[in-house]
């Protein structure tokens, strides 16, 4: 085994071990502490993906940002779920197993039917500002980019207006 | 090899004919986790020099002479408070999340310490040079944030936790402006790079931005985000005049308040250091970092430019510290949505309008240099206008309010009539 | 690099994915959803971008479209907190099977 595999599999050990604590710990605080976690390894991920940009936004937005919301609104949303035991639906384990399975098994064997055209090319070293002109280029992907910024702006305002607490207002 | 040149290089050769008998792969390895024990011990050493250094300035600037008993000057007594904290009773409250608890200041300092691995100390000396170095501060430091959080709720106390919300909110704001004011040196270090035809260059890596201020310090090139980016990054250390999360005068000492030991002291260390950072930082990207006279041919001379330039602005933070009053809580938020942000975007559409008028690689550098400095004294001139049209707006309403009163005898009107006899008391 | 295969990471991030569902079908906090929700987006991102390595690295297709998950997440994440904590306001309970009132 090479040092890259080996890192895989400690990565992906991580990852499912915590995303499993995520879907079936008790204490809602510490189903996010082990989002973190899958988080950190998902960006981990992407370093031996060549994709050290997507690492440090993946950190930047998912545990700078995203994580610290959810803590945020388990904590506002506390007082009650302390004391309810159980987080999970008993009725509800055997259908969300049986789900999650069909689905596993059945995007495996998608996965190990396709032939993938792989390419051996490298990352070109330049991969990064490549990706900022053609975000930034009309030819390419600014129309993403631009829809995103606007999607962001409207989730902004949504969400504030959601939130905000007419009575006292 | 030669040591002055390239010290880094010489001491690795040397290390690496010492332990020739070590397998390649491994000898790398060894080598690299020397030099981050190095680079993180350096880092955690340098606290107990800048916290005396804190004290005795802050008490210079109170009329007070500060700790002076411990070692020369007392330059120990940094040293004996840590072998204090050390034999104190380490609690862990009843009900805390004890790997959460534990966990919290381990990760404070984490956040500070990592961040020292991209800092280019000279002009080869760098612990990495990732090509997206400005993207990593960012990433890293949202771990302090998180550290906090956790610090916060472990305790199991509710002002513990109301504490970690203030310092949160506080963190996540003004998150944004610094964000956003790095993006300044960002786009100034890539054109300027593009004029000179330089193709191996990555903007965002804080060495590249390093090398793009030879000729000029971005201090003088855009010293609106150098200031959004040295206020909203000292908001990020919460220290005074934001240090809103330990008012203790006001509130309990916030989220760290169960803390005992050298877990608190953790949490001091990485305050303290955090402050350094941010000047290290200030340097790096505003102060031209290892520049100066014949720093490339002596990287230690490089060194010694880039440190003093650290303690200068370091020195202005610490100065602040002691010279102003603590903010309000809604003034500080208000700042940094109404004010800071808006201002941080200005800077930027700013900065890409004059690049692209006044394109340095068609009128050089210099006057390229000179138009963003002018168009940054207008953005500045205008700002201060309408943050000061805004406050006489805002007194006068305060004003009208308190015109609209009624008098009540010993009121508002005649507290402060000049009428009084003087001498009454 | 080419030392681990790009079915690895297709497991891993099916693995992820079912996970996820798995969460978001069983969880009685939405909160907890939500999380859940994170998961399966953090699979899908994982997907796009080992495709991006493995089919088209000179490209950056694959990147932008990491970058447009995140975003998208973000913003989802920012939108569906803030409806808790309305629903939260009004009924005190996160538990998504008491928030019925349409039922009526």
Same mark, same amino acid.
């Given at each position: 085994?090479?040092?890259? *595999? ?14 499993? *604590? ?9 189903? @996010? ?13 992407f ?10 936004? *993946? ?22 779920? *302390? ?24 995007l495996l ?8 055209p792989?390419?051996? @090319? ?19 992907y ?7 910024g ?12 959601? @939130? ?6 | ?27 790398s ?32 600037m ?6 002076n008993?411990?070692g020369?000057q ?15 009773? #380490? ?26 691995a ?80 330089? &193709? ?14 030879q ?35 006001e ?6 308040i ?5 877990k ?12 350094? &950072? ?16 014949w ?23 610490v ?10 809580? #809604? ?17 930027i ?6 690049n692209?008028?006044?394109d340095p ?11 963003l400095?002018?168009s940054?004294?207008v ?33 508002? #009107? ?12 | 690099?080419?030392d ?9 991030s ?38 991006w ?18 975003a ?33």
């Amino acid at each position: 085994m090479t040092f890259p *595999q080996l890192i895989f599999w400690v990565t992906a050990a991580v990852i499912l071990a915590s995303a499993l *604590q995520v879907v079936t710990t008790r204490n809602i605080v510490h189903a @996010a502490l082990w989002l973190i976690v899958t988080f950190f390894g998902v960006a981990v991920l992407f370093v031996l993906l060549d994709a050290g940009f997507l690492a440090a936004v *993946q950190v930047v937005v998912y545990i700078g940002a995203i994580a610290i919301l959810i803590i945020f609104a388990v904590m506002l949303t506390r007082r009650v779920m *302390q004391d309810t035991g159980s987080q999970t639906n008993r009725h509800l384990i055997a259908p969300a197993v049986l789900i999650g399975g069909v689905l596993f098994v059945a995007l495996l064997f998608v996965f190990s039917r396709t032939r993938w055209p792989l390419s051996s @090319a490298a990352v070109p070293p330049d991969s990064l500002q490549i990706l900022g002109l053609e975000l930034t280029s009309p030819d390419f992907y600014m129309t993403a980019l631009v829809t995103v910024g606007v999607l962001l702006a409207a989730a902004m305002v949504g969400s504030i207006a959601i @939130a905000r607490d007419e009575e006292k207002d | 090899m030669d040591f002055f040149s390239d010290p880094i290089a010489f001491i690795a050769n040397l290390l690496r004919t010492w332990l020739a008998f070590i397998p390649e792969p491994w000898l790398s390895l060894l080598l690299m986790t020397f030099g981050v024990v190095v680079v993180g011990s350096a880092a955690l050493v340098l606290p107990l020099f800048t916290i005396w250094l804190e004290r005795r300035v802050i008490a210079r600037m109170q009329d007070r002479i500060g700790p002076n008993r411990v070692g020369y000057q007392g330059l120990l007594q940094t040293i004996a408070d840590a072998i204090k904290l050390m034999t104190k009773e #380490d609690i862990t409250p009843l009900g805390a999340d004890k790997v959460v608890y534990n966990l919290a200041p381990i990760l404070v300092v984490i956040s500070v310490i990592t961040m020292w691995a991209v800092l280019p100390f000279a002009v080869n000396i760098y612990g990495a040079d990732l090509n997206i170095g400005v993207l990593y501060i960012v990433a890293v430091g949202s771990l302090g944030t998180l550290a906090i959080m956790l610090g916060g709720w472990a305790s199991n106390n509710k002002y513990a936790l109301l504490g970690a919300f203030r310092t949160v909110a506080q963190l996540v704001c003004y998150e944004v402006p610094m964000i956003l004011s790095m993006v300044v040196p960002v786009l100034i270090a890539s054109s300027w790079a593009l004029a000179q035809g330089q &193709t191996d260059f990555n903007p965002m890596s804080l060495k590249d931005i390093v090398v793009a201020q030879q000729s000029v310090p971005f201090l003088l090139v855009a010293p609106v985000a150098a200031l959004i980016f040295f206020i909203s990054s000292v908001a990020e250390t919460g220290r005074a005049p934001f240090d809103l999360l330990e008012a203790e005068s006001e509130i309990v000492a916030g989220f760290n308040i169960e803390y005992s030991g050298m877990k608190f002291g953790m949490f001091m260390v990485a305050e303290f250091l955090h402050a350094f &950072t941010v000047g290290a930082l200030v340097a790096t990207l505003f102060l031209g970092g290892w520049h100066g006279p014949w720093a490339t041919q002596y990287p230690l001379l490089g060194m010694v430019y880039f440190l003093a330039k650290s303690f200068a602005a370091y020195f202005l933070i610490v100065l602040m510290r002691a010279a102003l009053p603590r903010i309000r809580i #809604d003034h500080l938020f208000e700042i940094n949505w109404k004010f800071l942000v808006p201002l941080a975007v200005a800077a930027i559409v700013v900065t890409m309008v004059v690049n692209k008028l006044v394109d340095p690689a068609v009128v050089g550098l210099g006057w390229n240099a000179l138009a963003l400095f002018a168009s940054n004294l207008v953005v500045a001139w205008v700002a201060f206008n309408w943050a000061s049209a805004q406050a006489r707006w805002l007194r006068r309403q305060e004003e009208a309010k308190l015109q609209a009163l009624p008098d009540l005898p010993g009121g508002h #009107d005649e507290a402060h009539s000049p009428a009084q006899p003087a001498g009454a008391h | 690099m080419t030392d681990i295969p790009l079915d690895w990471y297709l497991w891993l991030s099916a693995a992820l994915f079912c996970i996820g569902v798995y969460g978001v079908l069983a969880r009685k906090n939405a909160v907890a959803i939500l999380m859940g929700v994170e998961l399966m987006l953090n699979a899908v991102i994982v997907n796009l971008v080992a495709f991006w390595r493995y089919l088209t690295p000179t490209g950056s297709a694959g990147m932008v479209w990491a970058l447009v998950v995140l975003a998208v997440a973000a913003a989802e994440a920012a939108v569906g907190l803030a409806l808790i904590i309305s629903i939260y306001r009004r009924r005190q309970s996160v538990v998504a099977e008491e928030v019925n009132m349409m039922k009526f």
